[in-house]
C-alpha cells in the first residue's frame, strides 16, 4: 500500500413517525413509533478523485421509501474498501446511523476504518461562529452547502417520502454538493489536527520523510520540538503546511542520562 483509501461521506436520513400528544417536550414511547427512521441516500467519493457515489431509496414508490436494504449494499462495499472515513459528524451520526442500519439487516462488519470527523476538528481547534457545514464551507471552500430552495428545510424530506422526483433530484444535487463541501473543508482542516491518522504509516518502502497529515515528501527542517523526554526535529510540509516531528532524540546519550522528567 503506498496511499491509504480516504472516503468522504454524507448520509440523509428519513425521520421517524410517531403519534404525539402536543408540539413541545415529548417523552415517546416505543409503542407510539409509527415508522422507524431508515436510510434515504447517501453521496461519497474518495478523495482526490472525481467520481462521485450516490444512492438512495426512490422510485418503488411511498410505501417503499424505508427499504434501505439495496441501498445499504453499496455503502457497505465503499466502507469495506475504505481505511479512513472523512464526514461532517460524522462519528456521533453518520457512522453509528450506517452500523445500526447495516446491524439490522445483518451485514457483518466492513474492514476497520479511522473516522475524521470535520465538525470535531473545527469545534476542537478554532473558534468559528458556527460549526455547522453551511457556515464553514460559506467561508472556507468555494463549494457552499447546497440549501435546497425548492423545497425549503423540511419539505424537501416529506416530499421525498412521498416520492417525488422532483424532490429526490433536489435531494442528489444537496447531498452531492455536501460531499464536495465536505471534502474541501477537510483539505482546509487537515494540516491543524493535531492526531490525524499518520498518512506516511500507510506507504511501503519508506526512504524519505513525509508528511503525517497528507503524505507528500516535500519537508523542510523548521527548529526543534522539545517534550518531557528531550528534543526531537521538527518538519514543516511545503505542501500542507502541517507540523511533526523526527521519532529520534537529538541529544546524545550521556545528555539524555542527566535530563530528569
Known sequence: MNNPRILIFDLETAPIEAYVWALWDQNIGLDQIKSEWSILAYGAKWLGEKDIFYGDTSGGGKDRIRDDSKLLEGIWELFDKADIVVAQNGAKFDVKKLNARLMMHGFPPYSPIRVIDTLVASRKYFGFS???????????????????????????????????????????????????????????????????????????????????????????KRGITVTQQGQYQRYQCNKCAGWSRGKELLLPLEERKALLV
Not at 463541501?181 to 498518512?199: D, F, G, M, T, V
Not at 504509516?201 to 513525509?210: D, H, P, V
Open 130 to 220: 458556527s460549526n455547522k457545514l453551511a457556515w464553514l464551507s460559506r467561508w472556507l471552500t468555494t463549494a457552499p452547502k447546497s440549501d435546497h430552495r425548492k423545497f425549503p428545510g423540511f419539505e424537501l424530506w416529506v416530499e421525498c417520502l412521498r416520492d417525488n422526483p422532483e424532490a429526490w433530484k433536489e435531494m442528489k444535487r444537496y447531498n452531492i454538493r455536501d460531499v464536495i463541501a465536505c471534502e474541501q473543508l477537510y483539505l482546509k482542516l487537515r494540516p491543524w489536527i493535531a492526531n490525524h491518522p499518520n498518512l506516511g504509516a500507510y506507504k511501503e518502502g519508506i526512504t524519505k520523510q513525509s508528511c503525517p497529515k497528507c503524505g507528500s515528501t516535500k519537508m523542510q
